[in-house]
């Protein structure tokens, strides 16, 4: 039984809540909810266990809310190892380097066979702003400027500023955050449950639909394919058969380069380094953060080819012919030293074995509640990625309503286990409950975490 290792001495936690209701701006939150009950607040964390500033313990089943803390909380030798960094050498940046910023894109590298440079930042969204500026670099220099457009998938997100959220698949996300900069094309989405081909080998027909709109743009004009590998947000979307195959062939033939945002699979999830790394598929550029050092640091990192890299030279007569472009804490090393002991934490305590056997219970377990509960209507996952469509008919497949979601949600806090859901303010993707335990997750708690899903399913739908 874990228990709350140590109290916060330093702070009367009561007063901490009223001044975190008082001056916090609460990231995708209602201000109405905190006119009438507190903000939680949590204070510490152990594992999979999280206590709140009441004292109240729960078991979090969304790794920090957004399938972050893939390492687990309470880590002492990160923890340590930072502090070491920290007092040594805490931040450098520009053309120079760092030992960690070197070490850590050596071991990262070792994992990703094809790739070879690591350009480091610090959000998953500043990851994939850099690729985009990369491909419309590529094209004035390289395609007169013509091979400039990025595609992106429907239902996929990549991020929160207004250039990642001009490849925003999830229309709503953008509304009302326009103009956006142009150049940005979307491709239908992949998922088979709501196909939008009556067809067999629906992978292959769902990529098919990606050259129709390459075809229709020009393939001269489309300088990238951005794609998560599994879709987290737009509800836990793992591309059918016959997807990635085609898809690659896709982007050979029209000389379009492959960029993956592991921002989320990245670092395990998936119960591989990376989530591509399940499909065999050999990408141009991978983004990653969230798990990169499981939140213990900021910490972002494009990666790419030699061959991409080499499209940046430059030389007298050409000056302009680097990659202008930096991020500020880009060069704190806390993240790259965070990031090497994250890998070695996952790597010595095998925790990529155990994403698959607990991701394997985990989508066995839903799949059991689903013969039991006519509300879920779909159980699709890949590792330590899970999710469970709820739906109000079967048959005619109606997404379930927000707020029988959200209460789904609330009865499994009022249990003590956190889950998530699909972004709330999505009409039509809300209807997902969504599980992503850290690596180190047992079975027991699994078994605990589904659960609590199944008792919450018996309240809200009885
Ligand atoms: N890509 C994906 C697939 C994501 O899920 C997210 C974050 N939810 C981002 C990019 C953006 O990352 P960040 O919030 O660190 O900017």
Redesign the pocket.
């Given at each position: 039984e874990t228990t709350m290792t140590q109290t916060d001495t330093r702070n009367d936690l009561s007063a901490v809540v009223a001044a975190d209701r008082a001056h916090v701006w609460h990231h995708l939150s209602q201000h109405k909810p905190f006119e009438t009950t507190d903000p939680r607040v949590y204070v510490e964390g152990k594992g999979l266990t999280l206590w709140d500033a009441t004292g109240r313990e729960f078991l979090d089943a969304v790794s920090g809310g957004?399938?972050t803390v893939n390492v687990g909380y309470g880590r002492e030798s990160i923890a340590d190892a930072v502090r070491d960094q920290l007092v040594k050498l805490n931040y450098f940046a520009g053309a120079a380097g760092t030992v960690p910023g070197a070490l850590f894109a050596e071991r990262l590298i070792e994992k990703m066979p094809g790739l070879s440079r690591v350009y480091y930042s610090n959000?998953?969204?500043?990851a994939?702003e850099k690729v985009y500026k990369m491909v419309r670099q590529i094209s004035h220099r390289h395609h007169g400027g013509k091979k400039s457009k990025i595609l992106y998938r429907e239902r996929?997100?990549?991020?929160?500023?207004i250039g990642?959220l001009a490849t925003s698949g999830q229309k709503q996300r953008a509304e009302q955050y326009g103009p956006f900069p142009e150049g940005f094309v979307e491709v239908p989405h992949c998922l088979e449950y709501r196909a939008q081909w009556d067809t067999a080998g629906y992978g292959r027909r769902a990529a098919d639909a990606i050259e129709e709109v390459i075809l229709r743009e020009g393939p001269e004009t489309v300088g990238c394919l951005v794609l998560?590998p599994v879709t987290?947000?737009g509800g836990v979307i793992v591309p059918p058969e016959g997807y990635w195959p085609r898809v690659q062939e896709i982007c050979r033939t029209y000389d379009i380069l492959l960029h993956i945002?592991e921002?989320?699979c990245g670092l395990g999830r998936t119960g591989t380094w990376f989530g591509y790394q399940n499909f065999g598929i050999e990408p141009d550029f991978v983004?990653m953060?969230?798990g990169v050092a499981s939140g213990y640091a900021a910490i972002?990192c494009t990666v790419t080819t030699e061959a991409v890299f080499d499209l940046f030279k430059d030389d007298a007569a050409d000056p302009l012919g680097h990659f202008r472009d930096i991020s500020t804490f880009g060069g704190c090393t806390s993240g790259p030293v965070a990031a090497l002991e994250n890998m070695r934490i996952i790597e010595d305590e095998g925790l990529l074995e155990n994403t698959k056997a607990m991701g394997a219970r985990c989508l066995a377990n839903l799949r059991d509640l689903m013969d039991r509960h006519p509300v879920i209507g779909d159980v699709r996952g890949m590792g330590l990625f899970c999710g469970a469509e709820l739906v109000v008919d079967r048959a005619t497949k109606e997404p379930m309503d927000e707020a029988r979601v959200q209460a789904v949600v609330a009865h499994c806090l009022s249990q003590g286990v956190i889950i998530g859901a699909t972004n709330r303010s999505l009409p039509g993707y809300n209807n997902t409950l969504c599980l992503s335990p850290a690596l180190t997750v047992t079975a027991a708690e699994i078994d605990r975490i589904t659960g609590a899903i199944d008792a919450a399913l018996t309240a809200v739908f009885g």
């Open positions: 957004v399938w959000s998953g969204s500043e994939n996929d997100y990549h991020g929160t500023t990642t998560e987290a947000g945002d921002v989320v983004t953060a969230k972002a």
